[in-house]
């Protein structure tokens, strides 16, 4: 195992490196949660009380959560006014954010929004990442595959084996 340090001019910093790191703790909603909500069962309308955020920019192959828009993660942060200005116009009250598994792109989204809303006071929006991201959400069965828009299962198989 070497311990040279890397080499910095081949190796480029990750593009979040360029922004603060969240300091808000994150929020997580399940996927049985969002479902429902996509539903219509708990009363919330999808593009008005909540909104979906797909952060994936060019991996979204195998399709997205119905109703999603595409935001790719590298253009939050320099945008968290104009977003939060629209949600806010839209009456918005909960932003979900999502990628590959949430664990990064969504996690940190999600906390770059609610950083900005403490930030402005604002507590009547709530900025949550969908637990396990996409893959859960693909792999969870058909009630929530059925809730997906250009659904290609055989994405999904080919990533359960890596």
């Not at 949660?33 to 952060?55: H, N, P």
Request: glycine letters at 10%.
């Amino acid at each position: 195992m070497s311990t040279a340090p890397p080499d910095t001019e081949t190796e480029t910093a990750p593009w979040y490196a360029a922004y603060p790191e969240p300091q808000s703790d994150l929020m997580n909603i399940s996927r049985a949660e969002v479902l429902e909500m996509l539903k219509g069962s708990t009363g919330e309308t999808a593009g008005k009380d909540f909104v979906l955020v797909d952060l994936r920019r060019d991996d979204c192959k195998g399709g997205t959560i119905r109703g999603s828009i595409n935001l790719p993660a590298q253009s939050m942060y320099q945008t968290l006014p104009t977003i939060y200005d629209m949600f806010k116009a839209a009456g918005v009250k909960k932003a979900i954010f999502y990628c590959g598994t949430s664990r990064g792109r969504g996690s940190r989204a999600a906390r770059w929004l609610s950083d900005y809303l403490v930030k402005i006071g604002d507590d009547s929006i709530q900025s949550f990442a969908l637990f396990e991201g996409i893959k859960g959400w693909a792999n969870a069965g058909p009630e929530y595959v059925e809730f997906m828009d250009e659904h290609d299962g055989s994405v999904w198989e080919r990533l359960k084996s890596q």
